[in-house]
């Protein structure tokens, strides 16, 4: 082929070799991924059909029945990211003319609502926490309640005991996004008549961004079965990703090409938090939690969530001190310590810092070198003029 032609050269940054500095990720998320799920990673690619390949996503799925605790058949794990999950619970349960209710917490509940709106013409209220759910759920009669359990934008920990059998007694289904808290809180999502759950790989599990966890209740996926439209997402359709999971009893059938090397590192993740047991890394994200909020009253700072039960313990929140800019604090961590924590989202967008210690990286070392490099950045960043 004549080279004439080309007009654009081979970009220069290509041509020079990946560098990818070692930082200490504890923000609100991706956690710093373990060698063995890095390993995991990095294993020869095989095909999407393949029956190995089908073996490992019946792990996972297994794995997935372990973390939310449910005996759901409808369970697997989606291509994409927690945002990916969260369209695709809403998109398969709500049709025309269903209304969907979101508690707003924070920024996830607002992107629930932006998502639901988008469906078509759906009624979609937004109530602001503490509003009373009976009364939501008495006036605008939704098909859906959607909740965060754990809400990383402020690091709350919302309570969902009797919430399952308050919506089923008016005839709603219970979705709730479990992205920030699986693995780091209980969560029991037969017990707690949860008919929707996700979460997302980057986070406790400390795999890498690009896959989510997703399982459905009978009730649930009885309601998806009636439909009377389909999806209107083809990738995200539930009936075909159900039968690619082998979900539905049928022989599986081509749907799209999955992640593969994305669920060999999601189903390391999934295994090493089965080998450590759900109730012992719930306490080890609590003990941490603990830990890291004396810390930092020690240094005297004020936490943002005031009440310790309502603490998120994957994700600490604490106040900006006044006479600091957070954008100074979390950029001199990066810059001097090789620490990453960020700023506020959403809602606490410039009134917090949030710090996350989740999975591999919910250590007491780790509570003890953030604490360190926080007092350092206290000692440097006051700015004279706030």
């Known amino acids: 082929m004549a080279t004439s032609l080309l007009r654009v050269p081979p970009p220069q940054g290509l041509l020079r070799p990946l560098t990818v500095p070692e930082r200490l990720l504890l923000g609100p998320g991706p956690s710093n991924v ?7 990673g990095g294993r020869q690619l ?19 029945q372990y973390a939310f605790q449910t005996r759901n058949r409808l369970t697997l794990a989606i291509s994409g990211t927690g945002h990916c999950a969260m369209e695709a619970a809403l998109l398969n349960l709500l049709e025309h003319g269903d209304a969907a209710l979101v508690a707003i917490n924070g920024i996830w509940g607002q992107r629930a609502a932006d998502i639901a709106r988008r469906l078509g013409r759906l009624e979609t209220a937004g109530c602001h926490l503490p509003l009373y759910f009976m009364q939501g759920l008495v006036h605008h009669k939704p098909s859906v309640l959607f909740i965060t359990h754990g809400e990383s934008s402020t690091g709350v920990l919302q309570p969902l005991e009797g919430l ?13 996004d479990a ?64 039968n690619y999971w082998g979900c539905d009893g049928e022989p599986r059938r081509y749907h799209h090409t999955a992640p593969i090397n994305s669920f060999f590192s999601l ?35 004020e936490l943002f969530v005031k009440e310790e039960k309502a603490r998120l313990p994957t994700i600490t929140t604490v106040k900006v001190p006044g006479g600091y800019a957070w954008e100074d604090i979390v950029t001199f961590l990066m810059d001097n ?39 350092d950045a206290l000692g440097r960043c006051r700015r004279s003029s706030l």
């Open 179 to 242: 992205v920030a808290s699986l693995g780091g809180a209980p969560i029991f999502m037969d017990q707690q008549e949860i008919d929707a759950l996700y979460s997302g790989s980057q986070k406790v599990l400390n795999a890498p961004p690009g896959s989510a966890l997703i399982s459905f209740s009978e009730r649930a996926r009885e309601k998806m079965l009636k439909r009377k439209t389909k999806p209107l997402s083809f990738y995200l359709d539930m009936g075909w990703l159900a």
């Open 337 to 375: 310590h090789s620490i990453e924590i960020a700023g506020g989202l959403g809602p606490s967008l410039g009134k917090v810092l949030r710090i996350g210690l989740m999975g591999c990286n919910s250590t007491s070392c780790n509570v003890d070198r953030l604490l360190r490099a926080l007092r």
């Open 164 to 176: 399952g059998k308050l919506c089923h007694r008016h005839g709603c289904l219970l979705l709730v």
């Open 267 to 301: 189903r390391e993740g999934l295994a090493m938090l089965a080998e450590l047991g759900l109730e012992s890394s719930w306490e080890q994200h609590r003990a941490n939690c603990v830990q890291l909020c004396q810390g930092l009253r020690d240094l005297g700072l």
């Open 46 to 64: 095989l095909g999407h059909m393949h029956p190995e390949v089908l073996q490992v996503m019946d792990e996972i799925k297994a794995g997935i």
């Open 34 to 40: 373990p060698p063995r799920i890095l390993a995991a």
